[in-house]
């Protein structure tokens, strides 16, 4: 019956035997097992305030570099693995953490700021992942929630002098 109820309404999530869980994703069931500990909470590392770097954040690598306005490529990918950030609206070092309870920020596009929790909802993020989701904090402020989103503060304007070029890849 709850399994029913779960295909009509497309959310919330049901526990089976043997550690599976059912639960709606963008109007699809997904079956999976809990793993029997759930993944750690990501540690908070700080970058170092390097033009380029390259530094492992859970399962993801992360490579950024400065670039001056003229070294831009014409369009920018649009790739939500990909950040292209005005460098001189950042307060370094920037720091990569996981979500807490009451962060807020800003979402590209909006204007207003935004519970995380309910980015998180509102974009269909499982509740299984939304602890693993590198943030990238800059000061107190988070400036892109990696693999889904920018924050508008720091966007790309006509008066970006430089920009700071983020890219996540699979831990190598």
């Known amino acids: 019956q709850a399994l029913e109820r779960l295909t009509t309404q497309g959310r919330g999530q ?8 059912v639960y709606g994703q963008g ?6 097992r809990e793993p029997a500990t759930p993944p750690p909470p990501l540690v908070p590392i700080s970058l170092p305030a390097t033009a380029t ?4 954040v859970g399962d993801l690598v992360l490579i950024w570099q400065t670039l001056e306005r003229p070294e831009l490529p014409e369009v920018l990918s649009t790739d939500p693995w990909q950040a292209w950030l005005d460098r001189d609206k950042l307060s370094l070092p920037l720091v990569v953490r996981g979500w807490q309870p009451g962060d807020r920020f800003q979402p590209l596009g909006l204007p207003y700021r935004k519970k995380l929790q309910d980015f998180f909802v509102d974009a269909k993020i499982p509740r299984q992942q939304r602890g693993i989701i590198p943030l990238v904090v800059s000061g107190a402020e988070i400036v892109w929630v990696v693999g889904h989103r920018l924050a508008e503060p720091v966007k790309i304007t006509s008066t970006t002098r430089r920009v700071l070029h983020f890219q996540a890849l ?3």
């Open 14 to 21: 049901v526990t089976l035997p043997g550690a599976w869980q």
């Open 27 to 32: 109007g699809s069931l997904v079956l999976a």
């Open 53 to 56: 770097g390259r530094q492992k």
């Open 170 to 172: 699979p831990g190598l």
